[in-house]
């Protein structure tokens, strides 16, 4: 499915689901257990509903050069590619916030939770970054080894008009979402 279309089924699927919903309060954080690579972690701001920014982290503890920036299958053709967006992607900075406002999110519970439409862009080192999207997956997997649990944390942004995202597979033991409280609209 060519990008515009993948695009325009992800916006028309995440509006119809939108309905009449208030984000509220709710957070989230993964972190890898061992030993830190990279965070994603998200947070609800502002006192009232028309206030309410949700506000994204990605960081990179150990530097750019380990930015999980890929999350599709590799083949050799695609090396050049990886290469050019790689030196992309060590121009920016290690940790990475933006938000959007909170009736462009919406929390479905159990680690779910999704943003979309562009926000600020903001400059980093000299390159234009317009935040495009933040979601969640929770993943099963289930295979002779046994069954787990993970959590796909992704954030989509473009750069000079292409399209760049971290995205990061952590195992369900290593996030922690919490739900405060659910406000009424």
């Given at each position: 499915?060519?990008?515009?279309?993948?695009?325009?089924?992800?916006?028309?699927?995440?509006?119809?689901?939108?309905?009449?919903?208030?984000?509220?309060?709710?957070?989230?954080v993964?972190?890898t257990?061992v030993?830190?690579s990279?965070?994603?972690?998200?947070d609800?701001g502002?006192?009232?509903?028309?206030?309410?920014?949700v506000?994204?982290?990605?960081?990179?503890?150990?530097?750019?050069?380990?930015?999980?920036?890929?999350?599709a299958?590799?083949?050799?053709?695609?090396?050049?590619?990886?290469?050019?967006?790689?030196?992309?992607?060590?121009?920016?900075?290690?940790?990475?916030?933006?938000?959007?406002?909170?009736?462009?999110?919406?929390?479905?519970?159990?680690?779910?939770?999704?943003?979309v439409?562009?926000t600020?862009?903001?400059?980093i080192?000299?390159?234009?970054?317009?935040?495009?999207?933040?979601?969640?997956?929770?993943?099963?997997?289930?295979?002779?080894?046994g069954?787990?649990?993970?959590?796909?944390l992704?954030?989509?942004?473009y750069?000079?008009?292409?399209?760049?995202?971290?995205?990061?597979?952590?195992q369900?033991?290593?996030?922690?979402?919490?739900?405060?409280?659910?406000?009424?609209?």
């Amino acid at each position: 499915m060519p990008f515009f279309m993948s695009l325009l089924f992800l916006t028309s699927t995440l509006a119809a689901r939108a309905q009449d919903f208030t984000w509220g309060q709710h957070s989230g954080v993964c972190m890898t257990a061992v030993m830190p690579s990279t965070t994603f972690s998200f947070d609800t701001g502002g006192l009232s509903p028309e206030e309410q920014k949700v506000s994204v982290v990605v960081q990179h503890h150990n530097g750019l050069q380990f930015a999980p920036f890929w999350d599709a299958l590799v083949v050799p053709q695609d090396l050049d590619l990886l290469k050019k967006k790689s030196d992309v992607i060590t121009q920016l900075k290690p940790e990475m916030s933006v938000s959007w406002k909170a009736s462009k999110c919406q929390w479905f519970g159990d680690g779910k939770v999704y943003c979309v439409g562009s926000t600020d862009a903001q400059v980093i080192n000299g390159k234009k970054v317009v935040p495009f999207a933040f979601h969640s997956s929770k993943v099963f997997d289930s295979s002779f080894a046994g069954d787990y649990t993970y959590y796909v944390l992704t954030l989509v942004f473009y750069i000079d008009d292409e399209k760049y995202a971290y995205s990061m597979k952590y195992q369900d033991n290593e996030c922690d979402f919490q739900s405060l409280v659910k406000m009424p609209k």
